[in-house]
């Protein structure tokens, strides 16, 4: 007997006959002795209503506001599983994020947990009920409703399986478990029996949309032991987040290839090559909340240096502004750009103990004629930026260089 949480996804409630299949699960996994927190999404589309509805009445609608009306969408769904359970002869009950209570900070609709209060939810488990717990919603010290940035549902289930100390948070979603890369874009990827946390970061934060990065994050923490499976398919263990590397398995150098449309490149041409200029371009927009991902800086030649970095495509405009503004301040030649770029990553832990990696990369892509703009490394990552227009050539042609299609040799 084990206490489970289990997280369900907007497609997994997208309808009643979905929400009635979902307590099926439940029931089920209840009838096997197992003690169960179930954390729902809103509806899909619902979440998206919600912002449009708030976009059409005010421009920029007020923060705290905003999270009264987005939290309503999961308040919908703990009510109908609760309903759904209850006909079935399940015993259960819902919480919103303030019932229970989940408190956050007070960064409305990007807002973090602090601490949970687990004292309810553990009287209804010892009581022999299912607890079903709204996602994505907390609350703040002052008692405000907060929310925890889109597809914050996975960051609550597994920070309350962090509070209750659970056996296993399982996330259920439309997919049965975390691919070599988007099964969309190349049919070959396979799903991993498991991945390791370390990848899991990486991946999440390069694009791969499966787990919010929060939760990974979360996990990673707490040491809640995670794994991704399928809600609309029967059986399968889906994909396990391990934390310990298994030192007697041959490492694939390459577990996994992340994309990522949300690019936009800068570029600051003919600047004084002195210090400081660094500084100079990018405090700026640092100081304007606008991210920065990779980032080159020439080699200066007589005097003067080229610099270029990305952005998230949204703030591109933002971003050319801002600069065009500094051009004369930063004594710049020319301030230009280019938003239809993507940031193609191969990621595995086997890089540690691989040379090479980076140039077979490069030598896949040249060969199919994909120029590289940009490159950034870590430990156990490669991303490159190229043309938005090659981003799925560039993700096949990785995915068959390194071997994922094929089984991994155990
Ligand atoms: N309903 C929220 C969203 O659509 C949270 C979630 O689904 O995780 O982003
Ligand atoms: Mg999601």
Same mark, same amino acid.
Not at 59 to 85: C, H, K, N, Y
């Given at each position: 007997?084990?206490? #489970? ?99 956050? *900070? ?11 209060? *687990? ?24 008692? *405000? ?36 890369? *988007? ?29 919010? #990065?929060? @939760? ?40 996994? #290839? ?71 301040? #930063?004594?710049?030649?020319?301030? @230009? ?74």
């Amino acid at each position: 007997m084990a206490l #489970i949480v289990q997280k369900y996804g907007g497609t997994s409630v997208g309808s009643v006959e979905r929400i009635k299949n979902v307590a099926k699960r439940v029931a089920k996994t209840r009838a096997e002795g197992h003690d169960v927190v179930v954390v729902v999404s809103a509806m899909s589309g619902e979440t998206n209503r919600l912002v449009a509805l708030a976009n059409e009445m005010q421009a920029f609608p007020d923060p705290r506001e905003l999270d009264v009306v987005l939290s309503t969408g999961e308040q919908v769904t703990i009510g109908l599983l609760a309903m759904a359970l209850k006909d079935i002869g399940v015993d259960a009950k819902s919480y919103t994020g303030w019932q229970v209570a989940v408190q956050t *900070d007070t960064a409305h609709s990007k807002a973090r947990i602090e601490q949970i209060d *687990d004292s309810k939810m553990r009287a209804d488990l010892q009581a022999g009920r299912v607890v079903i717990v709204a996602g994505f919603q907390g609350v703040t010290a002052d008692g *405000d409703i907060s929310t925890l940035g889109r597809g914050g549902s996975d960051t609550s289930a597994v920070a309350l399986a962090a509070a209750l100390k659970a056996d296993e948070c399982q996330i259920y979603t439309d997919v049965d478990g975390v691919y070599t890369t *988007d099964p969309r874009v190349v049919p070959e990827a396979r799903r991993m029996d498991t991945v390791s946390f370390d990848e899991m970061l990486e991946l999440a934060s390069l694009g791969s949309k499966v787990l919010q #990065i929060r @939760s990974v994050e979360f996990a990673g923490k707490y040491k809640v032991r995670l794994r991704v499976l399928s809600s609309l398919q029967e059986g399968g263990d889906g994909t396990l987040i391990t934390f310990e590397e298994d030192e007697n398995m041959e490492q694939a150098i390459v577990s996994g #290839i992340a994309f990522d449309k949300n690019q936009a490149r800068i570029n600051v041409r003919g600047v004084p090559d002195k210090p400081g200029i660094a500084y100079q371009i990018l405090g700026a927009v640092a100081d304007a909340n606008i991210d920065v991902d990779m980032i080159i800086q020439n080699v200066g030649n007589e005097g003067t240096t080229d610099f270029s970095f990305t952005v998230p495509r949204g703030d591109y405009q933002p971003t050319l502004d801002l600069l065009g503004k500094l051009k004369n301040t #930063i004594g710049a030649d020319e301030v @230009s750009g280019d938003d239809s770029v993507c940031k193609v990553s191969i990621v595995g832990v086997g890089m540690r103990s691989h040379v090479g990696v980076a140039s077979r990369m490069f030598r896949a892509l040249a060969a199919d004629n994909i120029n590289i703009q940009m490159i950034s490394t870590s430990e156990i990552k490669i991303s490159v930026l190229i043309d938005e227009k090659y981003m799925e050539l560039a993700t096949r042609v990785l995915h068959k260089e390194f071997e994922l299609d094929k089984e991994k040799e155990a």
